[in-house]
């Protein structure tokens, strides 16, 4: 009896979900940490842009108030009972929001995560911003790009000596280091990610190599320090502060010409890209399985890899001709 | 002979002996412009530390130092950000206004509600970070978004030092005439050294230390602005973690945690000490493994030189009875 008012009921919301997709646009909900952050309303930009492109997609745009799961869960909830046809979502708990999005992909809604991922079981896919080889290849190319032809002295200013993150990148930067002849890493300083701790290393990296060419700061505390120390040792031109910063704190470095240029991701390739993997993955053209390749429009092609997560891209590279565009995003 | 034997001689020694074996192993650190730049670099510390003596003078302990730093710093950054047009001096002004008032909290707690320092300053260090959090929204501001004269101000260099050198030196000249040569200076020694003598004399205990938690905040608040305006960014957690730093040059200094104990050149000479040290490591090649274990490792080797040099001198309570034996 009650296995039969069950399945009926099943049958029903089946039913109307075949109904409603079928019937007009594909709606895909973009939910983000906490609404009137810009680095997230730069994400949405890019999942308009996909939205245009692909035609028959209606964007919703949406998340809590504060970043916390509790206020994610909420929205999640309200998009079950709207029957979105797919989420694509940067979590605020790995774990936390798991059951719901369960909940959801069981009511035949597609489930992606980017940026900041749900646990694999939460989720049929998720798009990361870039992978730790990028990375480490991206900081030392940055570097290497601005160096004299006839190669360079580059150090490398990192956080703390414990930072997983740095650690990895800068192992990763070591790795393809033979791809770039003629530079030369003299050695890694830790800043603590404190200003000053950063500052007075890069004044000490400056006098202990006066024919230093770069500093690479593959962190965001240390890229800002690094280059207020260029600026006071009047070392502008000689020195080239490069690595991972935001727009928004790395500005007064570009303009000041201590730093030629830096990377991150971009926020809105971010949006677009998890826009037309939910897309794809939504439509059925592919699927969620480790080795598949999804389309990812004018960003190309992604791999998934064994827990179904891929990465996007090269971290984006800010320089002097886009720094005033991004600066008031993130 | 006293001269000899003061604290202030042995530890100016060890700072010479210091440069020396820096110098031994980087040469180009001893250049007068570079020693100019240290004193320049170590500025912020020697302000703080001047204020903290006062306050451990009388026995008690500021711990809010570097928030009440990080506060004022990020609401002179954000005037700075509203008002483009304001003369800096106009928010100089304001720094140290706003320093004293976070200091004068500090201060009322202990005096009014007598709570023990090191417990109200570890909880007002909480809150002035957590403001800044509310007031910033955890959103940076950064280099591009000052104007320019706020972030000139402590690099204009007059007679080879910059602003912020000569900051601390007017600070510390302030500061000693004020300990030496004044009735209030005179009293936060008289506090610190016997609380109950000093109340037998007329002093009030609790309305000096308010005093001192005053002066400290009202330090820590210019300080705020120099530190803002050097490293052109503020943030929550700017200077996290320096008020150890502040108390170790204190204590290096030869200022005694038990109170009464203490002189401004000590302490100027302890916060060049420990800044000689943050300043020489990054160019001495020496791994940065071990970075942190040589700065503690000085700070013990100070304090106990410290407490032994003490222990001699409050035996002898009686010269003649000592003579006799």
Redesign the interface.
């Given at each position: 009896m009650k296995l039969t008012k069950l399945l009926t009921t099943v049958a029903v919301a089946t039913g109307l979900f075949a109904q409603s997709a079928a019937a007009d646009d594909m709606r895909i909900a973009i939910v983000v940490k906490a609404l009137g952050i810009g680095f997230f309303e730069a994400a949405a930009k890019g999942a308009e842009e996909a939205a245009q492109e692909l035609g028959d997609v209606e964007i919703i745009y949406t998340g809590p108030t504060d970043t916390t799961a509790e206020g994610q869960i909420e929205v999640i909830n309200s998009l079950i009972a709207q029957r979105v046809d797919a989420i694509a979502i940067s979590a605020n708990d790995t774990d936390a929001l798991v059951p719901t999005l369960k909940k959801a992909m069981q009511r035949g809604i597609t489930v992606v995560s980017w940026d900041s991922g749900v646990a694999p079981d939460g989720r049929m896919a998720h798009l990361n911003p870039s992978s730790n080889e990028l990375i480490g290849n991206m900081i030392i190319k940055l570097a290497a790009d601005e160096l004299p032809a006839d190669g360079g002295k580059v150090a490398v200013l990192s956080a703390t000596?414990t930072s997983t993150n740095q650690n990895i990148w800068i192992e990763e930067m070591t790795k393809v280091l033979p791809n770039y002849p003629g530079v030369e890493v003299i050695g890694t300083?830790?800043g603590d990610d404190?200003?000053?701790?950063s500052?007075?290393?890069a004044?000490?990296?400056m006098?202990?190599n006066p024919d230093l060419n770069a500093i690479i700061a593959p962190t965001s505390v240390g890229i800002?320090?690094a280059a207020?120390a260029v600026v006071?040792a009047g070392k502008v031109g000689q020195v080239n502060v490069t690595g991972l910063g935001l727009p928004?704190?790395?500005?007064?470095?570009i303009?000041?010409g201590a730093s030629k240029s830096f990377a991150i991701w971009n926020p809105i390739d971010l949006g677009y890209s998890a826009t037309m993997m939910a897309y794809h993955l939504a439509k059925g053209d592919a699927t969620a399985e480790p080795g598949a390749e999804i389309s990812i429009g004018r960003m190309g092609e992604v791999t998934l890899d064994d827990t179904n997560s891929a990465a996007m891209a090269d971290p984006f590279v800010y320089d002097e001709t886009n720094i005033d565009d991004f600066?008031s995003i993130f | 002979m006293n001269v000899l034997k003061s604290r202030e001689t042995i530890l100016f020694a060890a700072i010479l002996a210091l440069l020396m074996l820096i110098a031994t192993r980087?040469p180009?650190?001893v250049a007068p412009t570079?020693l100019l730049?240290v004193w320049a670099?170590t500025s912020p510390l020697m302000i703080l530390a001047l204020g903290q003596m006062v306050v451990i003078l009388t026995r008690c302990i500021d711990l809010s130092v570097a928030a009440n730093l990080a506060l004022t710093g990020m609401v002179c950054a954000m005037i700075n950000v509203a008002m483009p047009g304001l003369p800096v001096i106009v928010i100089v002004g304001a720094a140290l206004i706003m320093g004293a008032a976070l200091g004068a909290v500090n201060g009322l707690l202990v005096w009014k509600l007598s709570i023990p320092p090191i417990v109200v300053t570890l909880g007002t260090m909480t809150i002035f970070r957590g403001i800044i959090f509310l007031i910033s929204d955890g959103q940076?501001i950064?280099?591009?978004e000052m104007s320019a004269s706020f972030t000139a101000l402590p690099?204009i260099q007059v007679l080879g030092l910059p602003l912020l050198g000569w900051t601390a030196v007017l600070v510390a000249l302030i500061m000693g005439i004020m300990m030496s040569r004044t009735a209030p200076g005179r009293a936060f020694f008289a506090v610190g050294g016997n609380p109950h003598a000093a109340v037998y004399t007329g002093i009030d205990v609790g309305r000096t230390q308010f005093w001192a938690f005053v002066i400290s905040g009202m330090l820590a608040g210019l300080a705020g602005y120099l530190?803002i305006a050097r490293?052109?960014?503020a943030y929550v957690?700017?200077?996290?973690?320096?008020e150890l730093d502040v108390v170790a040059a204190c204590v290096i200094g030869g200022i005694s945690i038990a109170g009464g104990v203490g002189t401004v050149v000590g302490t100027i000479l302890g916060a060049l000490f420990l800044g000689l040290i943050?300043?020489a490591?990054?160019?001495v090649?020496i791994s940065?493994?071990w970075q942190l274990a040589i700065s503690g490792a000085a700070i013990i080797m100070a304090v106990t030189f410290n407490s032994r040099t003490g222990r001699t001198k409050g035996r002898i309570i009686l010269k003649s009875a000592e003579i006799a034996q």
């Open positions: 000596t300083v830790y404190l200003a000053d701790k500052y007075r290393e004044q000490g990296l006098q202990s800002v320090a207020q006071d928004s704190e790395m500005a007064g470095a303009e000041s600066k | 980087f180009g650190f570079n730049n670099d940076w950064n280099a591009h690099r530190w490293y052109a960014v957690d700017i200077a996290g973690g320096f943050k300043n490591l990054p160019v090649d940065p493994f």
